[in-house]
C-alpha cells in the first residue's frame, strides 16, 4: 500500500464515518463515541473534519474540531445540535494517526489546517490525553489547570489536561469563571 503524504489530507465525507469509527476504536479503544456524534460534528461544522486515506478505504489518520465556549469542552459522545453562538475558541476534538503511521510528521499540516480555522475565533483550546501535552505545546499551546475545568475532563480520565492557544495578536481572555 502506497504510505500517506501530508499532502493526502482532504475534508472528511459521510461515507468516510465507517472507517473513522473504525481508526477511532482501536486509538481510543477506552473513549468510545458513537456514529451519531461523528455525524453531528461533520455537519456543523465540515471544514473542521478531515481525513488522510489509504488506497485501500481506510483511514491512517482523522482531525475533527469546531467552535465552542472556550472553557466548555463538551463531555465525550454528545450530539450537540448546533453550534453555540456566542463562540470563542476552536475546539481540537481529537487528532489521531494509527500507530503505523506515526513519527512522520502526519499529524502536523492537519494541525495547521485546523489553526488557521481558529483565526477568527481568537483561540484554539483541547483536552489533552496519554502524555500528549508536549506534541501540541510544538504548536504554542499551554496547559490550563482551573478547578473549574476538573469536572467537565471527569470524562477524559485522570491524565486529562486542558490547553490553549489563543491566536497570536488576539486579546486576551479572562479565565474560565
Ligand atoms: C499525537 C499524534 C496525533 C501525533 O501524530 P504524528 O503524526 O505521529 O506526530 P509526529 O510525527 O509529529 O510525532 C509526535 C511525537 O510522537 C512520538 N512518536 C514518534 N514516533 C512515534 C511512533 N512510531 N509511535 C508513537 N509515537 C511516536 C514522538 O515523541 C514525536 O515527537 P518528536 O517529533 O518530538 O520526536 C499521534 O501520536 C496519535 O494519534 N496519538 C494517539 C492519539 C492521540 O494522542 N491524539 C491526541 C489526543 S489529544
Known amino acids: 500500500m502506497k504510505a500517506p503524504e501530508a499532502a493526502d489530507w482532504r475534508r472528511m465525507e459521510p461515507g468516510d464515518v465507517p472507517a473513522l469509527m473504525a481508526l477511532s476504536a482501536i486509538v481510543h479503544p477506552d473513549f468510545y463515541e458513537g456514529e451519531a456524534m461523528f455525524r453531528d460534528r461533520l455537519a456543523l461544522f ?16 482523522y482531525a475533527i474540531a469546531y467552535p465552542v ?5 463538551p463531555p ?20 489521531a494517526v494509527a500507530s503505523e503511521w506515526r513519527g512522520r510528521k502526519l499529524a502536523e499540516p492537519a494541525v ?22 508536549p506534541f ?6 499551554r496547559p490550563v489547570d482551573d ?8 470524562s ?22
Open 112 to 133: 495547521e489546517r485546523l489553526l488557521a480555522l481558529a483565526e477568527p475565533l481568537g483561540a484554539t483550546v483541547l483536552v489533552s490525553v496519554y502524555g500528549t501535552p
Open 69 to 73: 465556549r472556550r472553557f466548555a469542552p
Open 46 to 61: 465540515p471544514e473542521g473534519s478531515l481525513v488522510l486515506p489509504l488506497t485501500d478505504g481506510s483511514l491512517a489518520a
Open 156 to 177: 477524559y480520565g485522570e491524565e486529562a489536561v486542558f490547553m490553549l492557544r489563543e491566536t497570536p495578536g488576539a486579546v486576551e481572555k479572562r479565565g474560565p469563571h
Open 136 to 141: 501540541w505545546m510544538r504548536f504554542g499551546f
Open 76 to 95: 465525550l459522545d454528545t450530539v450537540l445540535g448546533r453550534l453555540p453562538a456566542d463562540a470563542d475558541a476552536l475546539y481540537i476534538h481529537d487528532v
Open 147 to 154: 478547578p473549574a475545568l476538573r469536572d467537565k475532563l471527569a
